[in-house]
């Protein structure tokens, strides 16, 4: 799979999340990482709150990821893992310092790892002072804890807030972003990860599902879909693979994070990457999406 870059690491054009995973059991969740690793989606992403409220509970996602780590450490070797921590229900969010630091720390522990290679804040905290959250991403660096830094869900007015008061650079934003969810191509979240070279890890590529699935919201979601399937057709694939390859084609380091729990999904996914989907392609989804031709 084509490379590109996340801080100071390599990973594959394309990568893995574990948002639906936490109900797996050990060598469920074992074959679907092994089948993303080796389908060359390097960057597995999770977050503690994943398995909130299914029976495993907060922490259920990173530590069924820690099991199969614990039984194959040369996995570790093989990926950039990345985790989320700041959701705490029902406050609902803390980027206060100690609460950060105590969040990675047990994240550490459930993934059974010595260091996490990117720690996101999952959401913004409105009320935790953005020196005080920087001073604590600052802190798990400088501990070694963590390798790199990211957000998650910001305006590009917080992220650059963040960005004032941290020493390290911000690597990546976490936004959703999708051919049925393309805000990030006009909020300026994709332009601010072209000025500073950070990635744009994009979550929910598949419109979570619904671009599949069929189960579309609306007329422009619809107009979406129809698109899609007719450059679908055209290059010989699938709706899936044509919609990550939307969002691929923007100019930005856009890395969509898949969620399919499906082993065969996860290898058929990577063919994504090397799709010829045109600029021509890339602006029929834009317009079918804002219903009027670019000017
Ligand atoms: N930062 C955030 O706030 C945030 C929020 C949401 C997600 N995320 C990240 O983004 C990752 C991906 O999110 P997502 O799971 O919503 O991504 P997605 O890839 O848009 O959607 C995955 C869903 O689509 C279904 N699907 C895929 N291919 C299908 C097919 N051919 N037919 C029928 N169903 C199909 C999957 O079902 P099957 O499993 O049955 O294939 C799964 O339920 C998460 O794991 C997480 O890492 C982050």
Redesign the pocket.
């Known amino acids: 799979m084509r490379q590109t870059r996340l801080g100071s690491f390599t990973i594959g054009a394309i990568a893995y999340?574990?948002?639906?995973?936490a109900g797996s059991t050990p060598a469920e969740a074992q074959e679907k990482i092994e089948t993303a690793l080796d389908a060359g989606m390097t960057l597995i992403?999770?977050?503690d709150i994943?398995g909130y409220g299914e029976p495993c509970g907060f922490g259920g996602a990173e530590a069924v990821l820690g099991e199969v780590l614990a039984a194959s450490p040369d996995l570790r070797d093989r990926m950039v893992l990345a985790t989320?921590g700041g959701i705490i229900p029902p406050r609902p969010y803390d980027s206060g310092s100690d609460y950060l630091i105590s969040a990675a720390e047990a994240s550490l522990k459930r993934l059974r790892v010595e260091q996490i290679d990117l720690y996101?804040i999952?959401?913004p905290d409105l009320t935790a002072p953005v020196a005080e959250t920087a001073n604590a991403l600052d802190t798990l660096i400088a501990s070694g804890k963590v390798k790199h830094v990211g957000v998650?869900?910001f305006t590009v007015a917080q992220t650059r807030a963040l960005q004032a008061h941290l020493s390290a650079p911000l690597v990546s934003t976490?936004p959703?972003f999708?051919a049925v969810h393309q805000d990030p191509v006009t909020d300026g979240t994709l332009d601010w990860c072209s000025e500073t070279g950070a990635a744009c890890l994009a979550?929910?590529?598949?419109?979570?599902?619904r671009?599949?699935?069929r189960d579309l919201r609306d007329e422009r979601e619809r107009r979406v879909h129809a698109i899609l399937a007719r450059i679908a057709e055209r290059l010989g694939t699938?709706i899936?693979n044509a919609a990550l390859a939307f969002i691929l084609k923007h100019q930005a380091n856009v890395v969509p994070?898949?969620?399919?729990?499906?082993p065969a999904?996860i290898r058929a996914s990577a063919a994504a990457a090397g799709l010829d989907f045109t600029a021509r392609d890339f602006y029929d989804i834009v317009e079918a999406w804002r219903g009027v031709p670019m000017p």
């Open positions: 999340g574990c948002w639906r995973f992403d999770t977050a994943y989320k996101q999952h959401r998650s869900n976490q959703e999708s979550w929910s590529p598949l419109g979570g599902g671009l599949v699935t699938d899936s994070i898949i969620g399919t729990q499906t999904r």
